[in-house]
């Protein structure tokens, strides 16, 4: 596939199926044998089906999800998206246990595209900025 067709899947990627909440598209976006690397280093099995437990748990957890493509860098078979999460936070996120805030968040997140599907995907994120979203100002 050409560069510009991975960056396509991309945006796909965080546009229907991660703010869209379209689980039915995980096949046509990832590969069976993918690798969710958040989930994997969590005892995930190397499969598609860690893909839809981790967005089954960021649904969860962020009510009304948003994740906005901001950039796109691609060479070969990786795509290095820079991108924004919005949303309420409603469940435990880093930690934190739902607070019914509102939060934005950015991450970079490295997929990697075999013959038009998602084989690797690992992210990011500003985890400090979004935990000082989340909790309490003390002085």
Do not use: C
Request: proline content about 4%.
């Amino acid at each position: 596939m050409s560069i510009e067709a991975n960056k396509a899947l991309v945006e796909r990627y965080y546009h229907e199926l991660v703010t869209g909440q379209r689980l039915d598209l995980l096949p046509e976006l990832v590969a069976e044998d993918a690798a969710d690397e958040t989930v994997v280093g969590r005892g995930g099995s190397g499969t598609r089906e860690d893909f839809a437990e981790h967005l089954r748990v960021l649904w969860s957890t962020v009510q009304g999800v948003t994740a906005t493509v901001e950039d796109l860098v691609a060479e070969e078979d990786r795509v290095i998206a820079f991108w924004r999460i919005e949303g309420v936070h409603v469940g435990p996120v880093f930690g934190v246990p739902g607070t019914g805030r509102a939060f934005s968040g950015r991450s970079i997140s490295t997929l990697t595209i075999r013959d038009g599907k998602v084989v690797r995907y690992n992210v990011l994120p500003d985890r400090l900025g979004i935990i000082q979203q989340l909790t309490p100002v003390t002085v």
